[in-house]
């Protein structure tokens, strides 16, 4: 898929989920559960064991999920996951060389950053978007809003804080997507044996997300 596909889909859907899990077979349930939902974006983090297999076999599988590659530390890792699959590539801090890498193979890339010196240092860098980690950590959507002030030509994904209850405020603010963790990615639910559950709360994302369009198209 072209870089402009990939930023076209990440946000009309609106959400990027942020994987986290203990296994290889964790990591596809919980992928499941949420395209169920209709969320077809996923962040696969490096922490997950067996990470890069959670993206080929997705890759090989689920080819309507836009796969992503999350906690990417630096430019050799973002290369082995672009070769098995990654369509976009997110790192919780900025690295210059891993955005030169992405841009190599015409990746998306989302660097992440937090202060307006690091935003501003990303997208000169090359960055498609900013991944803003951790938003809560500098206020949430309050913080988003001053940023995008001075900066309404960088688009920013807000990440840490992101919940049901939030998710609104975050777009409203001029978040281009969302990034999602726990409230949404939630390994205790498929250990449960509720899959269903995390269907649930993606469909609710999505309505955010629809509501929030509705009243401002792209």
């Known amino acids: 898929m ?6 076209r ?3 009309e859907i609106g ?28 962040e696969v983090t490096m922490t997950v064991p067996g990470a890069i297999e959670v993206m080929r076999r997705l890759a090989e599988q689920r080819p309507e999920i836009l ?24 790192s919780p801090a900025l690295n210059v060389a891993t955005i030169e890498m992405c841009h190599r193979y015409s990746v998306t890339v989302l660097p992440g950053a937090l202060t307006p010196t ?22 949430g959507p309050k913080y988003l809003t001053s940023l995008k002030g001075p900066l309404p030509h ?26 999602v963790g726990s409230d949404l990615v939630d390994k205790k639910m498929i250990v449960d ?6 269907t649930d709360i993606a469909r609710r994302y999505l309505e955010i997300v629809k509501a929030f369009r509705s009243r401002h198209p792209i």
């Open 154 to 179: 960088i688009e920013m994904i807000p990440t840490g804080g992101v919940m049901l209850g939030t998710a609104a405020e975050f777009l409203e603010a001029g978040a281009f997507a969302l990034g």
């Open 67 to 90: 796969i992503g590659a999350g906690t990417v530390l630096d430019a050799e890792t973002a290369r082995m996951c672009i070769l098995e699959g990654a369509q976009f590539v997110v």
């Open 9 to 11: 889909e990440l946000r």
């Open 193 to 198: 044996g509720r899959p269903e559950a995390i």
């Open 118 to 139: 690091e935003i501003v240092t990303a997208w000169q860098a090359g960055a498609d978007v900013v991944k803003v980690f951790p938003a809560s950590a500098m206020g």
């Open 15 to 42: 959400l990027v989920p942020v994987l986290r899990a203990d296994s290889v077979e964790q990591a596809l349930a919980l992928a499941d559960a949420i395209a169920a939902g209709g969320v077809t974006v996923l």
């Open 2 to 7: 072209e870089k402009t596909a990939v930023l």
